[in-house]
């Protein structure tokens, strides 16, 4: 029985070093799958606490933990309100990931912690007012609803809408046609793009091309490309996503847009740090550091760092009155062009709205002529897949839209876990589709777009 006891307690003891180890390991040098994960969480919280004002517990159960990777379910998080913070761990304890928000730029990760520095790069810039459209006058210059009969079965089908909707709207004819919301969301809740800000990115370039501020064919974009092969590198290419640089795309593990994105300060000289793997202008890859990239060459551009932070209300969300769009910057102050822009679907619609008016707005050209045209236009390295200015040419799924009968010029902005934006200029249509939709889900929201386009072609 001695021996049995020595032999149990030996095990016990070999037991709770082991674990001390490993507990020890975990704090000091955590893997960095664990530190992309607790950084992905206390973001998504962050935001959608502090901008969309939703419950925390409910975005880390439904936004973070039930679609992604099975280590998030064992992220846990702490909220700070009054300094409105928020940090992630696994089991509230190991790597931990932190960010904050900025009143005016909404939340940036901030992995190193340093709070205080993260505001301090954004701290007292002179943001431009974004009126507030009136609710007596009719979308778009005001928040009036003007809803077409002929697409309410179509809005209200679930199978059309697809699982996970949070918000959808229609324009047709520049006016808004029709809208609905999921449980929980409305017409006042702001709702992140994912990828979809590629193509808000993309604007703002073309807004300082119209200022003759930026050229297409200008090269030479970083210092420390000087004296390689990248220096050839041009905006077009970057715009057209066949820079030459590698970047691996890949989600759901540690890789370069996931480490880009959760424990990088500092994105855009990560995102500049990779090789060419081809010549420029010659191989198609998307690339969410690309966007990074053009998010700097436009704030390069205005010279002024406080005018660059304040470019994107003052260029865009003001002419248009977008009063709710919100593009968020990284611990440094750069913009997350690729990833992180909130606005309501009315407001994603109105920039659906600036497309279908060819990039003006109440008489104004704010997109160089021919700039929207180049967004429906097959890039020569992307086999016609992809446009010269961060738009899809297909909807998701890798089949032509011709399958599902859409209109020849329709083009897609596509974001992460179902956010679509179809826009179709012969029609003067567009479709907004936003949820929380992962791509395993099979979802496909061509179908919707073609039954809105025939309810609206068909005789009253």
Known sequence: MGRYLRIVARTVLGGAVFLAIAGSWLIVSPPELLRVGSGYAAKIVCSNVFLAGRDPQDVLATDVQ????????????????????????????????HAAYREGFGCTGVP??????????????????????????????????????????ILADPALLGPGVRGVAVIHNGRLAGERYGEG??????????????TVNAALLGRLMQDH?????????????????????????????QSGLVFNEDYGEVTDVTQMLFLEANMARFAASFPLSSNPGETFSYSS?????????????????????????????APLGMKSALMETDETGIFVGS???????????????????????????????????????????????????????????????????????????????????????????AVIRLGLTPSRLGYRPQELVRRVVEALEAAD
Do not use: C
């Open 66 to 97: 039930a679609p992604g990777h099975p280590l998030l379910r064992l992220m846990r998080q702490s909220v700070d309100r009054e300094e409105k913070t928020v940090t992630a761990s696994l089991l509230g304890i190991f790597a931990p990931g």
């Open 112 to 153: 190193d912690g340093d709070f205080v520095a993260a505001r301090q790069t954004v701290a007292d810039v002179p943001l431009p007012p974004v009126a507030a459209p009136p609710p007596d006058r009719p979308w778009p210059e005001g928040q009036g609803e003007s809803h077409d009969p002929r697409l309410e079965p």
């Open 185 to 198: 969301f409305s017409a006042q809740t702001p709702l992140l793009g994912w990828s979809v800000t590629k």
């Open 213 to 241: 501020r930026l050229s297409p064919t200008q090269a030479n974009l970083f210092a420390e490309w000087n004296g390689d092969a990248r220096a050839r590198i041009t905006i077009a290419d970057l715009l057209a996503m």
């Open 289 to 317: 550091g690309t966007a990074i990239l053009l998010s700097h060459v436009f704030m390069s551009a205005l010279g002024d760092r406080w005018r660059a932070l304040a470019y994107p209300a003052a260029a865009l969300f």
């Open 339 to 429: 990833s992180y822009m909130y606005a309501t679907a009315r407001d994603w619609a109105r920039f659906a709205q600036l497309l279908l008016n060819d990039g003006t707005w109440n008489g104004r050209r704010l997109l160089p002529e021919g700039y929207v045209g180049a967004m429906g236009t097959p890039s020569s390295a992307s086999g016609g897949a992809y446009g010269q200015a961060q738009t899809w040419i297909d909807g998701p799924g890798r089949e032509p839209d011709s399958r599902y009968g859409l209109p020849d010029d329709t083009f897609w902005m596509l974001g992460h876990d179902g956010q679509a934006i179809a826009v179709i200029p012969s029609r003067n249509i």
